[in-house]
């Protein structure tokens, strides 16, 4: 069924469709303004509550351009939101034939974009970095692109590389929740764009509102996290305002089937004992929420500061679910740690912790060392992976992979440890031996994953030279008669 009343904006039917089904209306100045302007292929600067919600209207916009004249479209957003981002670009497309992908990593993008498969790849900046990096995301060839929440990523620094390229004439959409970043990267990189929710230059900042109580919950568990919610408050009648309908469907499915205390709203709250705020409000939605009951906040990672500027006072509220998860994996991590002690694992380190445990105080460096582990990228634990199995495992095969620098550049073993380990995503404990020569390295990879590393190290740079790096010529024949072999497996030339 069509939504007339949003297809006079230039949307497209199926956009229009999508954005009804979310709760947009023709008569919210969000859509009105903002969908056509980016349906036109006008830059857009918004000032919005720092969720991938207030954004339908504007992508919307975007994806009808797109599905309308063609043209290849970046969208860049927080690392933690990437999930958010992508199922609201994909749920505005979902009804057209573009072709949309969320991006962590950089490999089926990367082949993706180079195959010219790819209209909207939505992916996070140090994954935009990459791709740049490796020449498979141009820059010159986008029509538009999507600045997504950048006061939450850790550094605007790809900026610089990306824009450096971008066509003058290309889109450029900026979303933020800091009015002051939004208004420097508009100045920088979307002049005489539309600007959307920034406040008056000469106005007060509203004085924050309360009291509110808060709760921090990861973004993918804010569903989840309304049982713990029901459990701890146990209210006589509980409403959960949304900014839009997507998540309806999850959240009726994590709340209790058939309860008529519980409601689950977009637009205007009735009153009730406990109002939840599921997408983080702005002020003046605040104040509605407050004066329907006693307000809960959500609080996913990165929304903290936005929270701060609206509401005060704020009490934290302790959900056991979360407490329990927390605590099972600080017991599974010190489990590793006396698995690692108890097997000798640790003895090896010794020799390069023993200056530090007789400069520094023994817990100290113990408490520095499980920062650095916990926080390593991917979660993956050096001690877990250090720990030895249960049974014995067969030897993993490894394959050499060629770098293109060596001796000559002043380049070390270290050096490509480094790039392998911080850029590629590859544990330390998977690099083999590396043999340095006059002009190239060496180095050993797990077999099934040498290739792929390769391809992925291309690009990157050691002692400021761009390297180039394969399978070594050996090893790249025998994967070629492997190969062979395998497709022939009928062959019986030269038998008797």
Do not use: C
Request: cysteine-free.
């Amino acid at each position: 069924m069509t939504a007339p009343h949003l297809t006079r904006l230039q949307l497209t039917p199926a956009v229009a469709d999508a954005l009804a089904t979310l709760g947009w209306t023709e008569e919210d100045p969000r859509v009105r303004d903002v969908a056509p302007t980016a349906a036109r292929g006008h830059g857009v600067v918004i000032v919005a509550p720092p969720a991938a919600a207030y954004a339908a209207p504007v992508l919307g916009g975007l994806v009808s351009r797109l599905a309308a004249e063609g043209g290849r479209a970046l969208l860049v957003a927080p690392e933690a939101e990437l999930s958010e981002w992508g199922t609201l670009a994909h749920a505005l497309s979902r009804a057209s034939a573009l072709r949309v992908q969320t991006a962590r990593g950089v490999a089926r993008a990367s082949r993706r974009l180079k195959s010219d498969a790819l209209d909207l790849l939505v992916t996070s900046p140090a994954a935009t970095t990459a791709l740049l990096h490796r020449g498979a995301l141009k820059a010159s060839t986008l029509g538009a692109v999507v600045m997504a929440g950048p006061d939450r990523w850790d550094s605007t620094g790809v900026l610089d590389a990306l824009m450096s390229d971008f066509p003058r004439e290309s889109q450029r959409i900026v979303i933020a929740s800091d009015p002051g970043l939004a208004a420097e990267l508009g100045e920088r990189y979307a002049r005489r764009a539309l600007t959307v929710g920034a406040p008056p230059p000469d106005a007060t900042p509203p004085v924050p509102i309360g009291p509110v109580r808060i709760a921090g919950v990861a973004w993918e568990r804010r569903a989840s996290a309304l049982g713990d919610l029901l459990e701890v408050l146990d209210p006589a009648s509980l409403t959960v305002w949304t900014a839009d309908r997507s998540r309806h469907a999850a959240i009726a499915a994590a709340l209790p089937g058939g309860d008529s205390a519980v409601r689950v709203v977009t637009g205007e709250v009735p009153k009730a004992e406990i109002v939840v705020a599921f997408d983080p409000p702005d002020h003046d939605r605040l104040e509605r929420l407050l004066a329907a009951g006693d307000v809960v906040l959500l609080v996913p990672p990165g929304t903290e500061r936005w929270v701060a500027r609206v509401a005060a006072p704020r009490r934290p509220l302790r959900l056991p679910g979360l407490a329990d998860v927390a605590e099972a994996a600080a017991a599974a991590r010190r489990a590793q740690v006396v698995r690692a002690i108890e097997n000798g694992a640790a003895e090896r380190s010794l020799l390069a912790l023993g200056p530090l445990l007789e400069r520094y105080d023994p817990g100290a460096v113990a408490a520095a060392l499980y920062d650095l582990w916990t926080a390593a990228p991917g979660g993956e634990s050096p001690v877990a992976a250090a720990a030895p199995a249960a049974a014995p495992q067969p030897a993993t095969r490894t394959a050499k992979v060629w770098v293109g620098i060596g001796k000559n550049e002043g380049a070390t073993p270290n050096d490509l440890v480094a790039v392998l380990t911080k850029e590629v995503r590859v544990p330390k404990e998977q690099i083999g031996r590396i043999e340095m020569r006059d002009g190239y390295m060496l180095v050993e990879l797990p077999g099934a994953e040498a290739e792929r590393i390769a391809g992925a190290l291309s690009g990157r740079e050691i002692r400021r030279k761009r390297i180039v790096a394969r399978l070594d010529k050996g090893q790249e024949r025998a994967r070629m008669g492997e190969n062979r072999r395998r497709e022939r497996p009928g062959d019986t030339r030269g038998r008797r």
